[in-house]
């Protein structure tokens, strides 16, 4: 069950260089946060933090782990929208007068900050730099959400995987193993496969040694040959 | 080719109660404005507004016929990511200091208002309802792109092209023909589907009576037809 740890406090945050208040100066910190009053609850692997048709009161930032963001059809299907990675405002469907459009679930053990939302929308008002930054969060998640219409539309199934694998490893040396927090279904339900397409690739490029995996952690080993499997459809 | 029409005016523009500028009193709308000079372009069908990549120095509003954005891979394979409609902003990528993410295209005959991006930004900081409805623009842009994913990665090929037929005639009779400005080949674009299949289900569903169409209009005969293949698939 979610748990409070207690109150949040912007000025000894750790992931505020992150965050929307990333470039409020320290030494005005304590005037524009005024009265706002946060709180830091942790929550463990598979909680949900809202759910799709929740009125909001809160928005939240992600302080430790990953959210995965869901939609889903009445017979349950289920279709991830996002994943939220730290320092990410989540949960701001509220400043639009909507209810939340999607569910939002720890993908792993996380801490997040509840952010009331007319409070955060006072200081958005007053201060350009909160302002700016939640405008270009909107602005890069739009940019996002297109980039992931153009893979779930027009790439074919090994295409996508191929890419996300790609994607998740980058930044990582070739041959370094890394978290990979999404069981196989939650792949399929991201890249809009299924589980059953998702493990027969996978089985199909470890026998290729392109990759190699564990429950929770992958590693490239030949990304020369994912990345074929990637251009291979785009002649 | 694009048109200039003249300086935008406003005052007396048609489109204002749609526009982001909606909820500025008549009264006040000459001190908003001040020196903020627009121009209104047409374009003919299919003509691009801006490509994927161009560093923008535009905002863009619709005044008259509808727009796609779409993005491509290398090969030429085509996603539309979004159908654009009167009064809406788009082409606001610079607002967060990057290049256009997509490419924007003419679906019709349209008329456009181009809204220089530096004075666009300095009316939204300065006006709290052109900052409400740029930051509403925003949400619900990323709402419909989280259903836009859940309908390419979770649906069935008829089901998303049912859904998508139901959506488009909603708020029209039954039986009324209305316009259906995209061709087979950008149904499929839009739905991430090939055009063979989209023309497959239609055959099938005008042999069955519940719709007709002729090249650019459609009407819904028997919608409980096209309700029935949606709920078929979420039993």
Request: with cysteine; proline share 4%; charged share 25%.
């Amino acid at each position: 069950m979610a748990k409070l740890q207690g109150k949040g406090n912007c000025q000894t945050c750790p992931i505020r260089y992150r965050s929307i208040f990333a470039d409020i100066p320290e030494d005005k910190l304590p005037e524009v946060i005024g009265d706002f009053r946060t709180s830091i609850l942790t929550l463990t692997h598979n909680e949900v933090i809202y759910s799709e048709g929740d009125a909001p009161t809160h928005t939240y930032t992600l302080r430790k782990g990953l959210i995965k963001l869901t939609k889903s059809l009445p017979d349950g299907r289920i279709q991830i929208v996002r994943i939220i990675g730290h320092g990410e405002l989540f949960g701001f469907d509220g400043l639009a007068n909507e209810n939340h459009n999607h569910t939002a679930l720890a993908l792993t053990d996380i801490e997040i900050c509840k952010l009331p939302m007319s409070g955060l929308e006072r200081i958005r008002i007053n201060n350009p730099s909160v302002d700016k930054a939640m405008m270009q969060g909107w602005i890069q998640g739009l940019r996002a959400a297109e980039n992931m219409l153009l893979d779930l539309g027009a790439k074919k199934a090994p295409e996508r995987l191929a890419s996300f694998l790609l994607k998740w490893c980058k930044d990582t040396e070739q041959g370094q193993w890394i978290d990979l927090p999404l069981s196989r279904t939650e792949i399929a339900e991201l890249l809009g496969l299924t589980v059953e397409t998702v493990s027969r690739f996978l089985s199909d490029w470890k026998r290729k040694g392109y990759i190699e995996d564990t429950r929770s952690t992958v590693r490239l080993v030949d990304s020369d040959g994912l990345n074929q499997v990637v251009d291979g459809y785009s002649k």
